[in-house]
């Protein structure tokens, strides 16, 4: 029996990509997958294929748009009725878009999916991952993130956006940042979580043929993302090392690092910046609302 049997994994963003076939591998393997998604018939849509490919009707659907903190505290009370423990979440969800956009609750967009949300979800569930520890935490970025940097002033973009169109120039796009904040998050996690039983790790998936880009909201970026695409690899070797740090008991206690193609590999210089991490920690609490009794959210100017 695989160790993977019966085990609650929830994976993000999982209708699509690199996250429908770790739903599926996951799935394969015996888990029980709750697909978070945002759409109720392109979620329907994978998770039938996935029950289907697999036999395994253990897979469930919960909806939840990633860009709403407030649908993702909901969502976190849904996932508590329904299930009392937690052994893997996969923050796999992610999004690129060519203009800035804000949300109604006053998050510049890319920031909101990619980063704050897989912030404030790990956050809500963090109690039930401690409760049915042994658990982990997995967190997806990007090899962009080398070029992405953190600016805790401008944390909202309003000073200087970069969107998917800068995505082949020099200064990395608002999405690269966003991907270095996932990783910095991890290794403070990391850190927060020694002793708990729960490991935190962060990975890179390669450059992989999804739908990534290409509702960007960009024309130039779509065509780019088509272009490029007999250079990417397909999205069940894209998703082998979210399954390999999901399943494998190779990395049973392994925590605080990151990993490309099933191996541990070092990451650009600033992301293991001690200060930096805690600061943007901090920055990101106030943000949220998570570090005030009130719970009143400060959106930064
Ligand atoms: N593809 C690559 O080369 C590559 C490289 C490095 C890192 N990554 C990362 O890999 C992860 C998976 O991306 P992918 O390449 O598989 O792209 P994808 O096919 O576009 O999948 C992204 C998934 O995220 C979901 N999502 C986007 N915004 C959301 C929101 N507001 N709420 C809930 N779900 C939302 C999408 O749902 P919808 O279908 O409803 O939009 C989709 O299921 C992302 O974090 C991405 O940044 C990808």
Redesign the pocket.
Known sequence: MSETQGKICLV??????????TALSLAKMGAHVVM????PE??EK?RSEIVKQTGNSSVDLMI?????ME?IRHFTQEFKKKYSKLDVLI??????FSKREVTSEGFE?TL???YL?PFLLTHELLDLLKSSAPSRIIN?????AKNGNVNLDDLQSEKNYRGTKAYSRVRAPV?ANT?LM?MMFTYELAKRLIGTGVTANVL????????????SGSLSSALMFKMVRPM??N?KK??ETSVYLASSNEVTNMTGKCFAKKQEITTCPISYDKELQKQLWNRTEIILGLSDKNNKKQIPS
């Open positions: 993000t963003g999982s209708n699509s990509g690199i996250g429908k076939q978070l998604v945002r759409n392109r979620g994978a939840c748009d990633l860009s709403c649908a923050n796999n969800a992610g999004a690129m967009r909101a999916v990619n949300a997806v970025s990007s090899g962009l999405y991907k996932v890179l998936p390669g450059f992989v043929a999804t739908n990534l880009g290409k509702n990417q690899v999205p894209g998703a």
